[in-house]
């Protein structure tokens, strides 16, 4: 049996609302990563990607890291591939070479990179691709060509891909490739980059995302209270392969709540009540709904009632007479029917699609040309 831990998204050094503990807390999980690796026996450690924040990360940020390789004292295979916020512009040095004697950084120059071992008597390939953006989305796809058609003599193939899928995410203009340009002919593939769990079936194997290791964004809250947070523990056996998850306890909890401006002490109170007792205090993100809101006294309320019983909380004010913007849940929405919902009109709709193409690629020239466009034939009466 090989007994794989598949992690990726870590970001050390990132820093959410530039506060010292939240970068902390970062290290903090990894280091739970590491007693968890060394508890679950594993042969071989895979990161798909982002291991740092980015590609110059700070002292602090090289410091876990080492002290994590330490503690697994070179008792796992330790292979990675870059991710899109590790990747050196240009062709500078990725920052995990500092530590190649540890790690085998798979695929840094645009090409499938792939390594062999043997496990428990078992011939394990390992290949790795690191990021690629859209930009060199034909070199990636002839690289997982070349994937497919490998010829290896390995009982287990293995692939690790820092990439976002077309199935797996909603912004279609974002995604690197789809699913089925993937070779098929492998048992597990090991995939980065989107930062909520995702398990599927795919080709002659399992497809996982096991997301990011603690909450990065708040839109990842949802994710988290549903199915928890932490990497994978794969046992692979013959014909099976078998996909655990392990769940982090250490993350730091964040809370979303909605009160309304009319009651907003007596909402809060009863808020704070049921946050118990946490080991690290939450992060809660408030929104205030209601009429004629004074922004600065809900902030000074909130300030009131809230400072020492979570770590920070951010505020969203939302005016009844404001447009009431969709609710959007992950995974199941779609971005061109959310424009033309919020929208309600098809021309607008598709003229936000086509600017937002462009934005999203930082294609301001683009972007303008589309609005003339679309200005011209508004003129025309068309
Ligand atoms: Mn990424």
């Not at 062709?91 to 120059?109: E, N």
């Amino acid at each position: 049996m090989v007994r794989i831990v598949h992690l990726a998204d870590t970001h050390l050094g990132y820093k959410q609302y530039n506060l010292e503990e939240r970068e902390k807390d970062i290290y903090d999980v990894l280091e739970e990563i590491g007693d968890k690796i060394l508890e679950e026996h594993a042969d071989i450690v895979i990161h798909s990607g982002d291991l740092f924040d980015s590609p110059r990360p700070t002292t602090q940020a090289y410091y876990a890291f080492k002290k994590f390789l330490k503690r697994l004292d070179g008792k796992v295979e330790f292979f990675a591939v870059l991710g899109d916020h590790d990747k050196p512009k240009a062709r500078g040095m990725p920052p995990h070479k500092l530590f190649d004697d540890q790690i085998q950084t798979l695929g840094v120059a645009g090409v499938s990179e792939n390594q062999q071992i043997s496990v428990d008597g078992k011939k394990v390939l390992i290949a790795g691709i690191s990021h690629l953006s859209r930009t060199y989305r034909p070199i990636l796809v002839e690289e997982l060509k070349k994937l497919e058609n490998l010829k290896t003599q390995a009982d287990c193939r293995v692939l690790a891909l820092h990439e976002a899928i077309d199935k797996f995410f909603p912004f279609e203009e974002a995604c690197e490739i789809s699913l089925t340009e993937l070779p098929k002919n492998f048992r597990y593939y090991a995939m980065g980059h989107l930062h909520s769990r995702i398990k599927a079936s795919y080709g002659q194997g399992e497809l996982t995302y096991p997301g990011s290791t603690e909450i990065m964004r708040s839109d990842e809250i949802g994710g988290w209270k549903k199915l928890g947070k932490g990497f994978f523990i794969v046992d692979v056996e013959n014909e099976k392969v078998d996909v655990a998850e392990v769940n982090l306890e250490r993350i730091r909890p964040q809370i979303e709540v909605k009160l309304s401006y009319a009651h907003l002490t007596d909402e809060l109170e009863e808020f704070v009540k049921k946050i118990g007792d946490c080991e690290k205090l939450p992060v809660v993100h408030v929104r205030v709904e209601g009429k004629e809101i004074d922004r600065q006294g809900v902030h000074q309320t909130l300030s009131d009632v809230l400072t020492g019983k979570v770590l920070t909380f951010r505020q969203v004010i939302v005016e009844e007479s404001e447009m009431r913007l969709p609710e959007l849940r992950p995974g199941s929405f779609h971005i061109n029917q959310v424009l033309k919902d919020y929208l309600k009109d098809e021309k607008v709709a598709q003229l936000a699609v086509e600017m937002l193409k462009c934005l999203r690629q930082g294609d301001m020239e683009g972007a303008k040309s589309v609005a003339d466009g679309y200005f011209q034939r508004l003129k025309g009466g068309e």
